[in-house]
């Protein structure tokens, strides 16, 4: 972005929118038996792939870009923004490092500070409180999903000819079979369906008793696979698999969400070689699951090159949220950390990587966020955006590409009405505009406003992760202000948030909260249903999965429709009021 301070009051209408435990070994007979397939031991049956190939006539490397490219997302979870060797970590990248340094690195690039709002922003192009998604994570037990009147981009991708498939966890719901990744608009599916889980047996408690396996093939608990394989290699090998088995000159996009860095932490033993040195114990575990993950991208860029797809690919890289220190990652010198709205629990490691790009070898420094990717990748996929889908996000394909200005100048980070946790916050602080009991955060140009209680607010330096005791952590500890609901930061001028400036710019917070109040009128309301019982994997055969069957639809026919009829309903008020809320906001003087 341009230097200096908050632009005249354009910066509204700017742009066009188009929008337990860890196991440190791993036997040897698991990985003779069932391992990671390397190309060594990929073996003959990859070969027969070819052959079989070469029998039809056909290459097995597509020398001659085809349209529309191939189309790669690669969601890491819980990766730090620190936790990439490129931003100065001490963890090994060397496979994310060479793929940034080949392609584009993103760094001013925005996430949500959990799971499952980050991927519903991805696959929706839309903010949270356009999907109803608001507050915290889908539990599992939670009769709840990506609302079904949404279009997902794998659908969108479907309808020009694309094969779709998704790889890894997918956290977005899953009482309904509808809810299903493959109803959903994925051709296959082959991963979890929780938050998280072992990455060995992948089973997961979420309370006690409250247990079950999350491996999923399509729609189907995937026992068969259960062989103890380490979940990131797992994953990859399914990707080399769809990748050996699919003709290059179909498009195709692969959503690979792997459940690394995400507690618990646990890796094969062979990747603890390099750390042994780290004292912290979590950080020790949490740097071989990053080196396993790193040489199972490695392996996934090497698969695409071996079956003609890397010359007409897009690779994007993403993490879903910032890293969590208690569980090993590192935001430093970002404030915060997952689950917060400082810069630590949304500012993430992200890249693009292309053959296809025009500035190769560059740093992009525009305003880039996750529901960005829904247009951008439908436009490179000579798709339509329906006029009635209201999105939040921008085709930035240009800004990444060739370095143009991004159309983007603002994100609502989010509003969340459920969490009031700031008793001191009132109408009164939010100079009538806004209560400021209520968590939110928005970024408009340089500004960044925050009200309620944002999360953690410490910056966790990397002295914390030695032996050299904590009197460096705590002098970076915040000494709470009583009664403090509102911050205003330059996160230009300072992205680490070390200087506030609310009691300085008051006219610059009035601005933002009445950004705030006219972007919550567009709001739909909070689904966070209560748990419910029917959801324990014991009555589903040990299995997480749906629960919600159709004669329990015809028992409560008044719930459902009351449902329905709220979301059609919302449904058109948001078709009045979502992308063009800037510019109506710029002729109307506000």
Not at 22 to 39: I, P, Q, R
Not at 129 to 141: A, C, D, N, W
Not at 221 to 247: C, E, F, P, R
Not at 545 to 567: L, R, T
Request: net charge positive; charged share 20%.
């Amino acid at each position: 972005m341009a230097p200096g301070g908050c632009a005249p009051p354009h910066w509204l209408c700017k742009g066009t929118m188009l929008a337990g435990g860890v196991l440190a070994g791993f036997s040897v007979l698991s990985l003779l038996t069932y391992g990671y397939l390397s190309w060594d031991t990929l073996g003959s049956s990859l070969e027969e792939t070819e052959t079989t190939r070469a029998k039809l006539g056909e290459e097995p490397e597509a020398s001659a870009p085809t349209s529309p490219p191939h189309i790669v997302f690669i969601l890491a979870d819980d990766q730090g923004f620190r936790d990439v060797g490129y931003h100065g970590s001490e963890i090994r990248t060397p496979t994310l490092d060479r793929l940034a340094a080949e392609g584009v690195k993103l760094e001013n690039y925005y996430v949500q500070p959990m799971c499952t709002p980050s991927r519903s922003q991805f696959i929706t192009g839309k903010y949270q409180i356009h999907t109803g998604l608001q507050h915290s994570v889908i539990r599992p037990t939670q009769p709840n999903c990506l609302p079904l009147d949404n279009v997902t981009l794998p659908q969108k991708l479907k309808e020009v000819g694309y094969s779709t498939h998704m790889v890894g966890k997918w956290h977005l719901g899953f009482y309904r079979k509808e809810c299903m990744p493959t109803q959903r608009g994925f051709d296959s599916f082959f991963g979890s369906l929780l938050g998280s889980g072992d990455y060995y047996t992948h089973y997961k408690c979420d309370s006690p008793g409250i247990c079950g396996y999350d491996l999923y093939e399509n729609d189907n608990a995937a026992w068969d696979h259960d062989n103890g394989i380490y979940s990131t290699q797992m994953y990859t090998q399914k990707v080399q698999q769809i990748l050996a088995s699919h003709n290059p000159r179909t498009p195709i996009f692969l959503y690979i969400a792997y459940q690394a860095v995400h507690s618990p932490l646990q890796a094969p033993g062979k990747y603890f070689e390099h750390y042994r040195s780290i004292n912290n114990i979590n950080r020790r575990r949490y740097a071989a699951m990053l080196a396993c993950l790193d040489e199972a991208i490695n392996n996934v860029t090497l698969a695409l090159k071996r079956y003609g797809y890397y010359d007409n690919s897009i690779l994007i890289y993403s993490s879903d949220n910032g890293g969590q220190p208690m569980a090993g990652g590192s935001n430093w010198p970002l404030r915060g950390s997952k689950g917060s709205y400082w810069e630590g629990g949304i500012r993430a490691v992200g890249f693009v990587h292309s053959p296809l790009l025009k500035n190769k070898g560059s740093v992009c420094k525009e305003l880039v966020h996750i529901t960005d990717w829904f247009p951008t990748l439908i436009t490179l996929a000579e798709g339509q955006i329906d006029e009635d889908i209201q999105l939040d996000g921008y085709d930035i394909w240009e800004t990444v590409s060739e370095g143009r200005r991004s159309p983007r100048v603002d994100i609502l980070h989010n509003i969340d009405p459920i969490y009031t946790k700031a008793k001191n916050g009132s109408w009164a602080a939010g100079f009538g505009i806004w209560n400021t009991a209520v968590q939110s955060a928005i970024r408009v140009n340089h500004w960044k406003l925050l009200t309620g209680n944002p999360g953690y607010s410490d910056w966790v330096p990397p002295q914390s992760f030695s032996n050299a005791g904590p009197n460096r952590w705590h002098n970076e500890r915040v000494s709470w202000m009583a009664g403090k609901t509102v911050w205003l930061f330059n996160i230009t001028a300072d992205p680490y948030e070390r200087v506030d400036l609310s009691g300085k710019y008051p006219d610059i917070v009035k601005q933002l909260l009445r950004r705030l109040s006219q972007f919550n009128k567009t709001a739909v309301p909070v689904r966070y249903p209560a748990k419910d019982p029917r959801s324990n994997p014991k009555l589903n055969g040990g299995v997480w999965g749906p629960w919600f069957k159709e004669d329990q639809k015809k028992k409560k026919p008044g719930k459902i429709k009351g449902e329905n009829k709220q979301k059609k309903n919302k449904k058109k008020t948001s078709q009045k009021k979502g992308q063009s809320l800037h510019c109506r906001l710029h002729l109307a003087g506000r």
